[in-house]
């Protein structure tokens, strides 16, 4: 949020520096984002008086003027403003001074052959608004040679962050509030300007939704004079990076930004009937402020007359019934609408405002008809007009929450020792009642105070963060035990492997939208959140696939060849009873070329299965899960290819993998083009590791290399063509576990010479002698012994 120092001061009595006040901020949990010095953009720029105006000798529409800068000999300066002339004042810009709107840097040059020593200024150039017809014209007691930053008055804008938990200070004057009671100063009472109210208002205003907008205050106003804002409100407008429009939509603003009130004005001429609140009918379309049309459901709150919809409540108002230059009568509103409601129908309309982000968080309450007499009292002084009698319907929240306090709870929640009289005179000064037996009185406006640990961060705030000391934590005696987890261990252990396979880290959002989430898990099993970021973060991700799958489609869209992707995180599932249930998962996406064209391989290659197999068992062996007796099962799930998918299992139910190429359904869904590969390892199913015992389970055992080499022997087998190698693998490998030391597929061959429904598998398998040699008696029993476990799966020993 920002807002001008001048500003600040309408209501906070301080003689404060700026830097006292920056430091306030900071020291009482308003974080200041930054300061801006609009005076430094206007240096270089001064009044100046034109003492001559003569036309260009070589162009109609030029003037060359002489012009007093205050200091020395006058200046000549070419200009081409139909207002310049002699004897007016005005702003000149001289050499080396950058012009604000573009950035260019004047300097001395020539102008249709003619020197010109800098530039006349218009309001556009300078960022002070959009005239640019003609230059600024200076009031005649604007001093000569003075700058135009300190004629301007032009006050610092500095720029808070607000977090979530403070909707009392959407508003300069509860920024201001904060500061007086922080010591930095005195809360000015908010002047309310005085008018007459006579007659009952023409209009019946109601509200219809007792639930979406319990109140709805507002009143008419006949016979205003809309049109430009006075220069004192446009420029803390401004100063907020708000654009004035004109008076009546610029107090409204106004009201907002310093209040922390939304409110709306109606022009009565373009409302048919009664004017109220209610909830929308599904279907039903309002053209927007922003002047989009947007569609509405029934769990949406609006403000209708007899005819139309005006306005979606708590969000914006209406593009036909908004106020224009020549408006003459308006209808005020200021209604309270309900927090939650306002939130939820702004991210399904996509729609984020200044009203949205005010009522989401909880306006105040008690503020409603003090707020529309304020607005009243500014539009009749400033636009005149005639107002009736205020209409209050319904009723806002009024019940206000009292919190049993221990003063002692802030020595020991805050780390700080403040004193009962000082969190007594804090508090109050805040606006909290506090009683003798410190039952502590919430004003309605701080809907955040929810306990009495909320209490101690207002004291310790106010008494100053900057006050709390660090306090190490305490240290067990001996030696530190380790400060990671098991699980941690393995989460680091699964980054560098990942890493070093080649894969780069992602990190994506834990929500995924409704559909893409029901495209990977059953609907009932969803976690939906009830108060979701936004619409498209509505359920907690029930794998890591889609978000790495948006990730590579992002990738892909920004002309990325290849897209090598892994996370670490956690998928979440609706539990027991509705609980939460959270799963330590590692996903992994291969998308684009494996390996892009070249000379030495000619085509592009894609990533297939067996990359995603080879991914899938390297983490699992670096997960420390026994990847030799891992079964190669199907039923992968729907995202993935049926034929080229698979799941690895220690045991026929314990699923620690899947991976394979992505369905192309699942792409479609993304808008993706394919091949995709995909894995995603459930670190929950990995088995832990045994507990070691004694002093030796510290070292590893020393490595003696065999003293004897290795022998291989190949096995060519005829089997169904519906056996797994894996499994004729296991097989061969468990025949002999004392002598065979590894075996491996290299051919798989179906076509001439294989009968139909068999295909051919070649295995190597090596053969490590211990003590001694082996001798082809040996070497025939442990053949004898591979083709007998082979023979158990079906499998023939090709002659």
């Known amino acids: 949020m920002k807002f001008s120092l001048t500003w600040l001061k309408d209501h906070l009595e301080t003689e404060a520096s700026l830097q006292e006040i920056i430091d306030a901020l900071n020291a009482i949990g308003l974080e200041v984002e930054g300061v801006e010095d609009p005076s430094e953009l206007l240096a270089g720029f001064r009044v100046a008086y034109v003492l001559t105006a003569a036309k260009h000798p070589d162009a109609d529409k030029l003037q060359v003027l002489s012009v007093d800068t205050g200091e020395g000999d006058p200046v000549q300066v070419v200009c081409g403003a139909p207002n310049a002339r002699a004897g007016m004042k005005g702003v000149l810009g001289l050499p080396g001074a950058v012009v604000p709107s573009n950035g260019m840097e004047l300097r001395k040059a020539a102008i249709r052959g003619v020197e010109s020593t800098g530039m006349m200024c218009s309001a ?64 000015k009472p908010i002047a309310l ?13 109601r509200t219809d939704d007792a639930k979406g907008c319990p109140a709805f205050f507002g009143r008419v106003i006949k016979d205003v004079k809309n049109g430009p804002s006075p220069d004192w409100m446009q420029a803390r407008l401004k100063s907020a990076g708000q654009k004035p429009i004109s008076l009546l939509v610029d107090l409204t603003n106004y009201l907002m930004l310093a209040f922390g009130r939304p409110s709306h004005v109606y022009d009565l001429a373009k409302l048919e009937g009664a004017i109220f609140a209610r909830s929308a009918v599904a279907g039903e379309e309002v053209l927007a402020l922003n002047e989009k049309t947007y569609t509405l459901d029934e769990t949406m709150t609006v403000i209708a007359d007899d ?32 927090p939650a409601r306002s939130g939820v129908t702004g991210r399904k ?60 709870l802030t020595k020991r929640l805050g780390g700080v020792d403040v004193s009962d009289d000082e969190q007594r005179t804090i508090l109050t000064s805040l606006g909290f009642e506090v009683a003798g037996d410190w039952q502590v009185t919430c004003p309605l406006r701080r809907n955040d105070i929810e306990g009495p640990a909320d209490l101690v961060e207002e004291v310790v705030r106010i008494h100053g963060l900057d006050k709390v000391e660090s306090v190490p934590l305490p240290r067990v005696d001996g030696v530190a035990r380790p400060t990671a987890s098991p699980q941690q261990m393995l989460e680091r252990k699964l980054r560098r492997a990942a890493a070093g396979s080649g894969l780069d880290e992602a990190i994506t959002w834990s929500f995924l939208p409704e559909d893409v989430a029901e495209h990977f898990t059953a609907t009932d099993d969803l976690w939906k959140l009830s108060n979701p970021i936004s619409e498209d973060m509505k359920v907690m991700r029930p794998s890591l696939v889609p978000g790495l799958l948006l990730a590579a489609k992002r990738n892909a869209d920004r002309g990325a060849g290849a897209t090598r992707v892994f996370e670490l995180g956690r998928r979440y599932f609706k539990g027991k009873g509705g609980a939460s249930d959270e799963r330590a998962t590692l996903g992994v996406v291969l998308a684009g070329e494996k390996t892009a064209r ?34 190669v099962m199907g039923e992968a799930g729907d995202q993935f290819h049926p034929g080229q998918s698979a799941t690895l299992r220690l045991g026929p139910k314990n ?80 025949s002999d576990k004392v002598n065979i030391t590894a075996a491996r597929v290299f051919d798989v061959f179906t076509g001439e010479g294989v009968p139909d429904g068999q295909k051919s598998i070649a295995i190597e398998v090596t053969l490590q002698p211990q003590e001694k040699s082996f001798k082809d008696k040996e070497l025939k029993a442990i053949a004898d012994t591979v083709v007998g476990a082979a023979t158990k799966l079906g499998a023939e020993l090709r002659g």
């Open 655 to 734: 699923v620690l993998a899947r991976f394979g190429m992505v369905h192309p359904a699942t792409l479609k869904a993304f808008d993706m083009d394919g091949p995709v590969a995909a894995v995603e390892l459930f670190l929950d199913a990995i088995p832990a590791k045994k507990a070691s015992r004694g002093p030796a389970s510290f070292a590893r055992p020393s490595f003696t290399p065999p003293a004897l080499q290795a022998v291989t022997r190949d096995f060519a087998f005829l089997v169904p063509a519906d056996l797994a190698a894996e499994d004729l693998l296991k097989s061969v490998r468990g």
């Open 598 to 631: 070249g000379w030495a391989n000619g085509k592009a290659v894609s990533f297939d299965a067996y990359d995603a197999k080879a991914a899938a068992l390297t983490l699992l062996e670096a997960a420390g899960a026994p990847t030799a007796r891992l079964m």
């Open 307 to 338: 005819a139309k919809v005006l306005g979606i409540g708590g969000i914006m108002g209406g593009e036909d019934t908004g106020v224009q230059d020549d408006t003459k009568d308006v209808l005020l509103e200021i209604a309270y609408f309900d």
């Open 193 to 205: 300007p005085k008018f007459e109210a006579s007659g009952a208002c023409p209009v019946d205003i």
């Open 124 to 187: 556009r150039e300078l960022d002070l608004g959009e005239d640019h017809d003609g230059i600024i014209e200076l009031p005649e007691d604007a001093s000569v040679g003075h700058s135009f930053a300190d004629f301007q008055a032009s006050s610092p804008i500095i720029e808070v962050a607000i977090t979530p938990n403070r909707p009392d200070c959407m508003g300069v004057y509860g920024i201001a509030r904060d500061l007086a009671a922080a010591g930095l100063g005195t809360l």
């Open 349 to 408: 309309l996509g729609l984020a405002t200044d009203a949205r982000t005010r009522f989401e968080r909880g306006v105040d309450p008690e503020f409603l008809g003090q707020g529309l007499d304020l607005l009243t009292g500014l539009i009749t002084q400033l636009a005149g007009g005639s107002p009736s009698e205020a209409v209050h319907a319904g009723s806002p929240p009024s019940e206000a929450k009292v919190v049993a306090f221990d003063t002692a």
